[in-house]
C-alpha cells in the first residue's frame, strides 16, 4: 500500500497559503494521494474540538492510517500529536514546521485559539510515530526560538533549524520549502 499525505494548516489559516498549494502539487506530480483539510479559524470557531471533529472524517474513512505522512504547520504539530494520542492512532512520518506547546502570549486572538489545542503528554505521541521530523527558525516572530527548540527536543528523531527563517510561512518568503520534499 502506497503513502497518503496530509497537510495541516495553522491558526487563522488555511490550506490555500504557505507552502501548502506547493508542496500539495509537488506531491501530486508523484501520482499520491494528499488531502488538505480546511480546518475552522478564527475566535469561537477554531479549537481543539472542532479541529478534532473534522479530522475524524479522515481516520473513520481510512485515510489516516500506518501510511499516511502527516506535514503540519506552526499550531498544527501539537494538534496532529494530541489527536494521534487521544484517538491511539499511529502514522508513518510527521513532519512539523514550527511547533510549540502550552506557549501563550502571542496575542489574546492567538492564545484564544491555541489553548485548547495544547496537552502535556507531548512524548506519548512517540507511541504512534516512529519517525519525527521538526523544524523550525532561530528568529520566528510569533513562538520564542525556546519554545519550538524545546517542542522538537521531546520528540523529533531529526531536527532541522533553519537560519533566519522568520515563521517558514509566506510571509517569511515561504511560497515554497524544498526541504520538505525529503520527507515525501
Known sequence: ????????????????????????????????????????????????????????????????????????????????????????????RLVLVCGFNNYLGINEEYDAVNESMYFNNLSDVKKYCDDIICYYSDNDPYVKFEKEKEFADTIATEKFIIKNGGHLNSESGYIEFDELLKHV
Open 1 to 92: 500500500m502506497k503513502n497518503n499525505y496530509l497537510l495541516i494548516h495553522g491558526s487563522f489559516g488555511s490550506p490555500f497559503v504557505n507552502w501548502f498549494p506547493w508542496l500539495r502539487k509537488e506531491i501530486e506530480s508523484q501520482d499520491l494521494n494528499v488531502y488538505t483539510p480546511d480546518f475552522p479559524t478564527g475566535v469561537g470557531f477554531q479549537n481543539y474540538e472542532s479541529w478534532s471533529k473534522l479530522l475524524k472524517v479522515y481516520l473513520e474513512s481510512g485515510i489516516i492510517n500506518e501510511n499516511t505522512i502527516i506535514f503540519a504547520h506552526s499550531i498544527a504539530p501539537i494538534f496532529i500529536c494530541k489527536f494521534l494520542v487521544e484517538n491511539k492512532v499511529k502514522v508513518k
